[in-house]
C-alpha cells in the first residue's frame, strides 16, 4: 500500500468513526423524546409492562381523542391551558427582551458607577434556586391578591428570565462594534436611530436567541406555576400534566400526549426564529 | 469647504489630560495631518473635532461656527475610520447611500449621487456586493466613497490605510491626494506613518503627550525642526543627534 492510500483509508476510517460517534450522541439526546411521542400512542399495560415492550404492539390516538374530548371522558381543558401558556409566556418573552435589550446595551456600551457591581449582582441573583423562593413568592402574591392570574406568572417568569437575557444580550451587542454606531451618526443618525438602523439589525439574530430561551424558560416552567396557580384561569401546560395523576394511578399515555402537544408549538417557534438566527448574516464590517 | 479653528482644546479622562489646551487654525481646503506616536491624542483631538467625544474645555469651530455642544450629524463632517466601520448587513450600494437615505433625499439623488461617488473610486462593478464580499483595498475604498456621498465641509480621516499592505497604501495615498485634488475640502488626517503625513499633507502637525510640538510644512518640520523630538520624530532614517557644547556659537557650521 502507498502511503497516499494508507492515508485515504485513514481519513476514511476516522470520517465513519466520527459519523458513528454523532449517531450515539444523537440517538441518546433523542431517545426520550422519542419514547414520550411513541408512548402517546400506546395503553398504560404496554407502557408499564415488566420487562419492557420494545417494539409496539397496539398503537392508537385514543389518548388524544380523550384528551379533546371533553371533561368525563378523560379530557382535560387542553384549549384553557393553552392559552394560558400562550399568553403567559408571549407576554414575559417580550417584556423580558424588551429590558434586556436596554439593559444588555447599557452593559455593553456606557460607562457608569457600580456597572460591575451591578452586573455580578444580576449574575448572583441567578445562583439562586428558583424554587427556594416560591414559598415567599407565594405568601406575598396571596396576600397582594393575584394568585392564580396571568399576572403573577408574567411578572414572576420576566423576574426570571431578565438577568439571563441582559447577559446574552450584553454578548451579542459587544460583538457590533463601536464604530458602527459612530459612522451611522457622522452619516446623520441620532443615537436612537443609529440603534435601530445599524445595531439592532446586527445584533438581531443574538436577540432572536434570547427570545427563544425566555420563551422555553416560561413555556416550560413547572414548580412555580404549580404554586401560583389554581384553576383554569391560569394553569400552564406543564402544570395541566398533574390533571393525569390521580390518587393511585397516573395515566402515562396521557400524559405523554399533552406532553407532545406541549412541544409542538415550541418546536415550531423555534424553526421560525431559527431560519431567522442563520439568515447569512456575514460579518465583515471591519477590516479582515 | 470650511475652516476648522481649535481654541485652547481640552480632553480629560478623570485625572489624566489626553489633550492638553492645543490651538490650531485650519484653512479653507487646506489638508492637515496630525501626526505622533500611539497615545499622543491625535486620535481624540480628530474625535472631538467629529463630535462623537466630548470636549473637556475649549471650544471648535467649523466654518466660523461654535460646533462644541452639536451632535455629529449637524456639524457637516464626513469621517473614514480606521476599521472601516462598513455596515456589514447592506449592500456597497446601500453603504454609500445611507447617509442620504437618512437625511430623506429622493431616491433619484440618492442614486445618481452614489453612482458619482462610485465612478470616482472605481466601484460600479462592486455596487450589490457586500462588505464581507470586498478585499482590504475595497472596503477602504467604499468608506471614502461613503464619506465623499456625503459632500461635507470637512473630511475627517482616521489612520485610513494603516490596515493595508504596503503597496496598497501607496497606490491608495496617490488616490487620496487626487481625490483631495478633484473634490476640493478641507481635510484633517490622523497617522502615526510620518511618509503619509509628508506625502499628503499641506500641513503637518506633530503631536506628543497631548500638545502640538510643531505646526507647518512637510519641508518645515523636515528642515527646520522646532524640537528635538520633532528632530528625532521626522524623517528616515531620523535626525541623528548629538551632544554638543556650543563653543563657537559664530562658527557658520552651528547656524
Not at chain 1, 466520527?18 to 407502557?47: D, K, M, Q
Not at chain 1, 427570545?211 to 422555553?216: C, D, E, G, L, R
Request: net charge positive; hydrophobic share 50%.
Amino acid at each position: 500500500m502507498t502511503r497516499n492510500e494508507s492515508a485515504r483509508l485513514l481519513r476514511r476510517l476516522a470520517g465513519a468513526g466520527h459519523f458513528l460517534g454523532l449517531f450515539a450522541a444523537y440517538l441518546i439526546i433523542c431517545l426520550p423524546g422519542f419514547w414520550v411521542v411513541l408512548n402517546s400512542f400506546r395503553p398504560t399495560v404496554e407502557i408499564m409492562a415488566k420487562p419492557p415492550v420494545w417494539i409496539p404492539q397496539s398503537l392508537s390516538f385514543d389518548a388524544y381523542r380523550a384528551m379533546f374530548g371533553g371533561l368525563g371522558q378523560g379530557g382535560i381543558p387542553v384549549w384553557d391551558y393553552f392559552r394560558n401558556s400562550l399568553i403567559i409566556s408571549v407576554t414575559s418573552t417580550v417584556i423580558a427582551i424588551a429590558i434586556g435589550m436596554a439593559g444588555g446595551y447599557a452593559f455593553a456600551r456606557f460607562r457608569f458607577r457600580g456597572k460591575s457591581a451591578l452586573f455580578l449582582g444580576l449574575m448572583l441573583s441567578r445562583t439562586v434556586p428558583g424554587i427556594a423562593l416560591s414559598l415567599p413568592l407565594f405568601i406575598i402574591f396571596a396576600r397582594v391578591g393575584i394568585i392564580d392570574t396571568h399576572f403573577a406568572l408574567i411578572v414572576t417568569y420576566v423576574a426570571l428570565n431578565v438577568p439571563f437575557t441582559i447577559w446574552l444580550v450584553d454578548g451579542f451587542f459587544r460583538q457590533v462594534p463601536r464604530d458602527l454606531a459612530e459612522a451611522a451618526q457622522i452619516d446623520g443618525c441620532r443615537r436612537w436611530q443609529a440603534f435601530w438602523q445599524v445595531e439592532f439589525p446586527l445584533a438581531g439574530p443574538g436577540i432572536a436567541s434570547a427570545a427563544i430561551f425566555a420563551f422555553m424558560t416560561s413555556w416550560n416552567e413547572f414548580a412555580l406555576a404549580s404554586q401560583l396557580t389554581r384553576s383554569v384561569d391560569s394553569k400552564t401546560l406543564p402544570v395541566g400534566l398533574l390533571d393525569y395523576t390521580s390518587e393511585f394511578t397516573i395515566d402515562w399515555r396521557g400524559m405523554c400526549a399533552l406532553a407532545v402537544v406541549m412541544i409542538a408549538p415550541a418546536f415550531v417557534f423555534t424553526f421560525i426564529i431559527q431560519k431567522r438566527l442563520v439568515s447569512g448574516l456575514t460579518f465583515g464590517a471591519v477590516k479582515g | 469647504m470650511a475652516t476648522v479653528a481649535l481654541d485652547k482644546l481640552v480632553k480629560r479622562y478623570g485625572p489624566v489630560e489626553a489633550v492638553r489646551a492645543i490651538d490650531l487654525d485650519i484653512a479653507d481646503g487646506e489638508f492637515v495631518a496630525l501626526v505622533g506616536p500611539s497615545g499622543c491624542g491625535k486620535s481624540t483631538t480628530l474625535r472631538m473635532i467629529a463630535g462623537l467625544e466630548e470636549i473637556s474645555s475649549g471650544v471648535v469651530r467649523i466654518g466660523g461656527e461654535v460646533v462644541n455642544d452639536l451632535p455629529p450629524r449637524s456639524r457637516n463632517i464626513s469621517m473614514v475610520f480606521q476599521s472601516y466601520a462598513l455596515y456589514p448587513h447592506m449592500s456597497v450600494r446601500e453603504n454609500l447611500g445611507f447617509s442620504l437615505k437618512i437625511a430623506k433625499r429622493p431616491q433619484s439623488e440618492i442614486d445618481q449621487r452614489v453612482v458619482e461617488a462610485s465612478e470616482i473610486l472605481h466601484l460600479n462593478a462592486l455596487l450589490d456586493r457586500r462588505p464581507s464580499q470586498l478585499s482590504g483595498g475595497q472596503r477602504q475604498r467604499v468608506a471614502m466613497g461613503r464619506a465623499i456621498v456625503r459632500k461635507p465641509e470637512v473630511f475627517l480621516f482616521d489612520e485610513p490605510l494603516s490596515n493595508l499592505d504596503a503597496k496598497l497604501r501607496a497606490q491608495m495615498r496617490t488616490e487620496i491626494k487626487l481625490l483631495h485634488a478633484r473634490v476640493p475640502s478641507t481635510v484633517i488626517y490622523v497617522t502615526h506613518d510620518q511618509v503619509e503625513a509628508m506625502t499628503l499633507a499641506d500641513r503637518i502637525v506633530i503631536m506628543r503627550d497631548g500638545v502640538i510640538e510643531q505646526a507647518g510644512s512637510p519641508d518645515e518640520v523636515f528642515h527646520r525642526p522646532a524640537t528635538r523630538f520633532v528632530a528625532g520624530f521626522i524623517g528616515s532614517p531620523t535626525m541623528n543627534l548629538l551632544d554638543a557644547a556650543s563653543a563657537a556659537l559664530r562658527s557658520p557650521a552651528a547656524r
